[in-house]
């Protein structure tokens, strides 16, 4: 039993994932997705998908060609996600539709998805249409989310409750797939299946849940960004959407006031607010919960926990960052 | 033996269509793909999907499903086609980017897409990879094609050769995947496959270039268009193309000038011009080509006769319209 960890299985990914995955012509279709791919990234699931896979069985080939397949669909989520929201920069550089324009971005985000699912159709598991059906109904809730999100933009009465299921169905739900879809291949029964698609949801939940806290209270030297960020950009966070809950007709009153202050004073102005309506208590007790519903899951997983250990210290990783 | 024309199996497609293929919920996403299923549409490649399959045996349950994959799959590329023309009205009726906006027509096309892989997860045939590869293939030439012709836009040295590529990846590559996938569920050989792909293939080259023709030699009266739209649009068309190849300095730059000339002024020169180099001739004659060469492909197939006739009459219909 020869485990490997996300660092490993991340990189060992990244390797083979630099090959090409396009035809050369025409080049003004593939030349934007070669580009756009050559970013980079964490590539965090297509790992999961091969951890989910090691799990219960040895890596398989399989699972490398349904890694490729998530790693695009994500890619291709980000391509067409920059366009609506007319992100200028990815990574540090130019996105596709800034850099090739709106229509080519529109194309190049179709035809990787296409492409994924090429991938798919080139396994040889049995379980080809289980995978398919979940690959399918997990595209279908990342664009449902992307959907809320942009619904969500235009509202101030964003309840807590919809805005953790935007969350989940815009970035938890690829984790959670990506782990399960590698658990059938290595042959996870139902029971294993569902504990590590909400593994995997959990853990996605926190970390976003994190994210956000660590955007206002994170160590600048140690996030390695500017504190507040949130804040200035009027973005919707767990903790504007608590503090727009919690708040007394005073602190509404305030918090549209600065709305258009300016970034010091209505980072300052937030903070107070968060802090006398404690949303930043909330919030990390919010994460916490998370957490702890991911180690459980991971728990519920009918496998030997020495197993277990690449997950564990994945999430140790990811959700135990300092504060 | 009992085989459907392609007016019947057309027309119980629509009625089994008309059922709701999205969720209620968020109604922003699906209230746009819904309205834009129900501007309708001739349903031809579900139709040509069922043709394949009763080509060579009674028509499978495999069969409707597959049917409705293309139909989504064409309407989500009409969807991401209208953004890129910034086209305001199909089937005369506003496109969905102009109601919804683009983020969301983006996103409701992304959603159709995924869908159509749904229907395809749900067959049965043991030949669902090949299926989704030959559906995946064919999807990656429609938008190869969509980006062929984008780039064409702004090109005036467009050859015959390259046009007629772009043509037949944007339009009848998928009417040809529609018959073989339908004849794959038939139990088709390779080589039956091959010939009602090339049929497919022909069929909608000599239907495209027909259309071009009509667009400028149709009778107005039995056409139901304006005579000369394309010229108007500036749009390019298999005349145009082969007036451009075919033309001589003066005539060259004498297009050059009529580009900007009112409408009756452009129509009547443009005739003109096509008329001098034998463009209609050329254009009709190349169509023949294609007519003849889709029903050679039809004739290739290995079945009796009989069963061709709902094809025959099918390509009967679709290309002897009248001059």
Redesign the interface.
Known sequence: MTMHSFEELSAQFAARFASRHF?D??A??YDPAVYFLGLGGKRIRPALCLMGNELFAPIEEDAWQLAIAVELFHNFTLI?DD??DKAPLRRGMTTVHEKYG???A??T???M???G??Y??RIRSPH??RI??LY??T??KV??G???D??FESRSDVTMTEYLQMIELKTSVLLAASLQIGSILGGAGLGNQHAIYNFGRNLGLAFQIQDDYLDCYGDASKFGKQVGGDIVASKKTFLLIKAQEAANAAQRKEMTRLESAPAAEKVAGMLQIFTDCKVDDWVRELKEQYRLAAYQSLEDIAVISKRKEPLRQLADFLLQREY
């Open positions: 035809p012509h025409p003004t279709l067409h366009i609506m709106s229509s080519t529109i194309l985000g179709d035809v998805l296409v492409v699912y090429d798919i159709s080809i249409r398919l059906q399918n109904q595209a279908v664009c449902e992307q959907q809320l942009m619904d």
